[in-house]
């Protein structure tokens, strides 16, 4: 247990729609990234927040967007869904003090886009 | 820019055989951290093991162990008398540290080798 959750388990959507992931830290986890895992990849970076403001993305367009919250809890937005946004979403958390980068996953969110 | 090689996409071994997972990366940092995770059927990434780049020194923990070479870039891991529920997903990941640079410390992560345990 990482004692990281994210909701929902899975979700479909079609293309074009928006759509909202959650995560939520344990208390204390100030800085908490998210992955895109692609079956049969590698996750890959996101973007990660660090006191509820973005300091650093991974290659992925405007469209994906983040908010992270004053109670540990975390959002991953993406808008104008495409095919390719299929995956699974994943948000790794680091406690306050860690500066070795130990990152904590939580279980995903599994999206699907028709 | 970073990269992790695992040039291994699948590896099967019957059980109690012992099976190596290569993990090649690349950095032009001089402090980095090299991870490994092990991802069950169930899609939680499960923290096994972090090196940093000063620390070349092996490490054992059970049946798993780790061989780090900076001369050769690798960060091999090695399951003795392996068992069926060490089938999984392994990855390799690397990381630069948040204070170098300025900027976020993203894990880069390897393809992943999928590796199947016969009993």
């Known amino acids: 247990e990482t004692g990281v959750t994210q909701s929902p388990t899975h979700l479909i959507k079609t293309r074009g729609q928006q759509v909202t992931l959650r995560c939520s830290s344990q208390?204390?986890?100030?800085?908490v990234s998210w992955y895109q895992q692609a079956l049969g990849q590698g996750p890959q970076f996101i973007f990660q927040?660090?006191?509820?403001?973005?300091?650093g993305r991974g290659n992925f367009p405007p469209r994906f967007s983040g908010l992270q919250f004053p109670n540990y809890s975390s959002e991953l937005n993406v808008n104008a869904l495409e095919l390719d946004d299929s995956a699974l979403y994943l948000c790794?958390?680091?406690?306050?003090?860690?500066?070795?980068?130990?990152?904590?996953f939580g279980p995903g969110t599994r999206l699907t886009v028709l | 820019a970073q990269k992790v090689t695992q040039a291994q996409t699948e590896i099967s071994v019957v059980e109690k055989e012992d099976v190596t997972l290569d993990c090649v990366y690349e950095?032009?940092?001089?402090?980095?951290?090299l991870f490994w995770y092990k991802q069950p059927p169930s899609g939680e990434l499960v923290f096994l093991i972090r090196?940093?780049?000063?620390?070349?020194q092996n490490e054992i923990s059970g049946r798993y162990s780790w061989n780090f070479q900076k001369s050769t870039s690798s960060f091999n891991f090695t399951i003795t008398a392996s068992q069926v529920v060490d089938s999984a997903v392994y990855f390799c990941?690397?990381?630069?540290?948040?204070?170098?640079?300025?900027?976020?410390?993203?894990?880069?992560f390897g393809k992943g080798t999928h590796l199947i345990i016969q009993p």
């Open positions: 927040y660090y006191r509820e403001e973005e300091n």
């Open positions: 790794a958390s680091r406690p306050r003090g860690r500066t070795y980068n130990e990152q904590f």
């Open positions: 950095t032009r940092d001089t402090t980095y951290y």
């Open positions: 208390s204390g986890h100030n800085t």
């Open positions: 090196r940093n780049s000063f620390d070349e």
């Open positions: 990941a690397l990381s630069v540290p948040m204070y170098s640079g300025g900027g976020a410390d993203g894990l880069t």
